[in-house]
């Protein structure tokens, strides 16, 4: 009978020791996770900083292809002028 009072105090023990265990690796999971949340949530902002900017740079490439044709229709028609 003490032994196996015995054997149960030494099982008892053990899964004590692997919940412990256990709860410590899901607290370091749960530290991972959000760790990458916040990594997640800078490359969301930055993908659309460079979304942004990157339309932004399109307008200005669209603007600067007008202005030189708008300089270019105006030298042209000054050109047919002076004729």
């Not at 265990?21 to 990594?39: I, S």
Request: charged share 35%; aromatic share 6%.
């Amino acid at each position: 009978m003490w032994k196996k009072i015995y054997e149960l105090l030494e099982q008892l023990a053990t899964l004590a020791q692997r919940v412990s265990r256990h709860d410590k690796q899901a607290e370091e999971l749960r530290q991972e996770v959000r760790e990458l949340t916040g990594m997640v949530h800078r490359l969301v902002i930055e993908v659309n900083r460079l979304a942004d900017r990157q339309t932004s740079d399109r307008e200005k490439m669209e603007l600067w292809v007008e202005n030189q044709m708008l300089r270019f229709e105006r030298s042209s028609t000054s050109v047919f002028r002076r004729r």
